[in-house]
RNA sequence: GGGCGUGUAGCUCAGUUGGAUAGAGCAUUCGGCUACGAACCGAAAGGUCGGGGGUUCGAAUCCUCCCACGCCCGCCA
């Protein structure tokens, strides 16, 4: 038995062959998916129903044929033929038992990387340097760690890659503002009085306000604009003083990315970091790819890939502009670059990219030139995956009274502060450095898992109690059950990992507790597949709510009998594993009393 | 004007290549702590799946037309 392989797959792959060796057509598959219905069974095929409408043959009938060259006895204690063709069956209680035995190696351990697999190439985050990190950049930075630890996980190679923006316009007027600055610190201006001399660096601290402040300059002064606008080409023709100023700007900039990461429980580092900046040498090469390709056209002044399949207004051709009138370059030339590399220098197989929906467009035609220019052969997968906007109470993109963003930070203090004090109220004995603690996991956590459980592609509001709820389907939720599992450990004196014991299900609690634990592969197959660590989050909460009915249900440590009470520990042992690794994948913390 | 997306219970959202009686959480109502931790559990109530038409054994899901909202459509990223 393959590592890692669902139950699900294994019932699709022999029911989908029985189907065939029943007389239907190669490749009709089964469809195996979980009972809709309790009086169902455990898993239903509906294939038979579609493949006989095709072959024009009687549904019940060939699905009968099927499931009798499926011989599914090992597997199976019950099936039946249902309605229309349905394919019913009930899994055995020794085909559950013995699972739940290979449990740890199954599902709990990470697969390990097969054949030779080329790796998978995980964008996410890559927030613009010249501003501080926001909510807005939650969704990319959590979907995308998890996205990358779920492929990790289903034994695939990830690279994860951190396309900070660190290049663009902006930084001329960030470096003529900073210029000014050490210059002339009585131009900083005045927002407290206390404030009037500070050192750059003091400025800097708050990247948000220096970059307003930057702005505003820009905005009223037409001759800071222009050396502004100087310094941009000065900066990118490598001018060494251009340079200086920008690396400490990145570098202030990157240490409180960093600080976020770390606090977030996010996986980057500077080593995933692969900026803008570091395509800067292949542009021209690019262009020239593209021009060898017979790709580039000259439009008004600027440099452009025309494609057919790309209409604009009026049905106008739709450019995707490489190259700017005054030479300068653009985002789709750095992401052409981008592939470019990540196929030819880190042999991607796949390339996901976790990016706002509103660049959908940019993102079909940059893979599409990348195809047509030969930067992205057609094995590698490129695949934009886009989420919703952030939108306001008022159902408006989102911004704060002051016409700004709510700093990540601030958010975090936020959550932590609600989760400080219910702790406090639930658990007033536990100490204050212990309470401070499950505060942070349990803080974070919630605000982490109001963005994972969503479907990923929906546009949300952004909203502190939505955001910091701590009730129901919510990480605190999924964190407490985890921690009921630990105590109960606790107070039967055994250790779970080492602990082990024949398990054997009798209440209907045990089963449906077991089912749900044993779908886990299946459900982190679909979301290595299609980027939706919603479904992982909607998963444990099954297993959660399953755990808190047979906790309710089945008595553990004063079970009848030493076999049920060690069975139904092993359960809980399964239970606990689940879930530590599932919030795991989902990057958030446990804790084990709260 | 064209393209992409969204529309499901009062609110926030699930619904996996079309499947059987559309599911959760919150809120509401009722019940459960001398009990392996009540951040919990059990039950009830709540739906013309934006609207019309079509495809078929079967549609929230596929096709078509319409409505509402959001986003994108050449030198920002």
Not at 62 to 80: K, N, T
Not at 256 to 281: F, K, M, P, Q, T
Not at 372 to 397: I, K, N, Q, S, Y
Request: hydrophobic share 45%; with cysteine; net charge negative.
């Amino acid at each position: 038995m393959r590592k890692g392989s669902s139950l699900k797959d294994r019932l699709e792959a022999r029911l989908a062959a029985a189907l065939v060796a029943a007389g239907a057509p190669e490749g009709t598959p089964a469809i195996v998916q979980p009972a809709t219905r309790a009086g169902f069974g455990d898993y239903q095929a509906n294939g038979a129903m579609g493949a006989a409408k095709r072959m024009q043959r009687n549904p019940r009938e060939l699905a009968q044929a099927a499931l009798a060259a499926a011989a599914l006895d090992d597997m199976v204690s019950h099936a039946e033929i249902a309605g229309p063709g349905f394919i019913n069956l009930t899994l055995s209680d020794a085909c559950l038992a013995a699972e739940l035995e290979a449990f740890a190696a199954n599902v709990i351990a990470p697969q390990p990387v097969t054949e030779a697999a080329a790796p998978v190439v995980v964008d996410y985050s890559s927030p613009n340097l010249a501003k501080e990190m926001h909510v807005g950049h939650l969704r990319s930075t959590i979907i995308g760690d998890a996205m990358a630890r779920v492929l990790e996980h289903t034994g695939h190679a990830v690279l994860r890659q951190n396309h900070v923006g660190d290049w663009g316009t902006q930084f001329g007027m960030l470096l003529t503002f900073m210029a000014e600055l050490a210059s002339d610190p009585d131009k900083v201006p005045d927002k407290q009085p206390d404030e009037h001399k500070v050192a750059l660096e003091h400025e800097l601290a708050d990247i948000e306000t220096f970059y307003r402040n930057a702005k505003e300059r820009f905005d009223a002064d037409a001759a800071f604009a222009q050396r502004a606008r100087d310094t941009v080409v000065r900066l990118q023709a490598g001018d060494a003083d251009c340079l200086a100023r920008w690396q400490q700007f990145i570098d202030i900039s990157m240490r409180h990315c960093e600080a976020v990461y770390s606090r977030l429980g996010v996986g980057l580092d500077r080593s995933h970091v692969h900026a803008e900046s570091a395509y800067n040498d292949d542009l021209p090469a690019v262009v020239d790819d593209l021009e060898a390709a017979g790709l580039l056209v000259e439009s008004e002044g600027a440099r452009c890939v025309f494609l057919d399949e790309f209409k604009g207004k009026d049905d106008q051709p739709l450019p995707l502009i490489i190259q700017k009138r005054d030479g300068g370059y653009l985002y789709a030339t750095t992401d052409l670059a981008a592939i470019r590399y990540r196929c030819g220098q880190l042999g991607a197989e796949r390339i996901l990219y976790f990016v706002d929906n509103r660049q959908t467009l940019h993102f079909r035609q940059v893979f599409a030139v990348a195809r047509a220019a030969g930067f992205a052969p057609a094995h590698v997968e490129l695949e934009h995956m886009p989420f919703g906007t952030m939108l306001g109470e008022d159902g408006r993109p989102f911004r704060t009274r002051a016409g700004g963003v709510i700093r990540l930070t601030d958010l975090l203090d936020e959550a932590e502060e609600r989760a400080f004090a219910l702790v406090s109220e639930k658990n007033p004995e536990l100490d204050e450095t212990e309470r401070r603690e499950i505060a942070r996991v349990v803080g974070i956590g919630a605000v982490k898992y109001a963005d994972l459980s969503k479907h990923r592609n929906s546009d949300y509001v952004f909203a502190w109690d939505s955001m910091l709820s701590f009730d129901g389907n919510t990480a605190p939720y999924l964190q407490y059950a985890y921690s009921r599992v630990q105590s109960l450990f606790r107070r039967a004196e055994v250790d779970p990992a080492a602990f082990d014991a024949p398990i054997s299900l009798q209440a209907e609690a045990e089963r449906t507790l077991a089912l749900q634990l044993l779908r886990l592969p299946e459900t982190l197959a679909t979301v290595a597949r299609d980027g939706v660590p919603h479904l992982l989050c909607s998963h444990l909460f099954d297993i959660a709510v399953a755990f808190m009915a047979f906790y309710e249900q089945c008595p553990v440590l004063s079970a009848a009998d030493t076999a049920t009470r060690e069975s139904r520990l092993a359960l809980a042992q399964r239970t606990s594993a689940a879930l530590h690794t599932g919030l795991g994948l989902l990057g958030i913390g446990i804790v084990e009393r709260m």
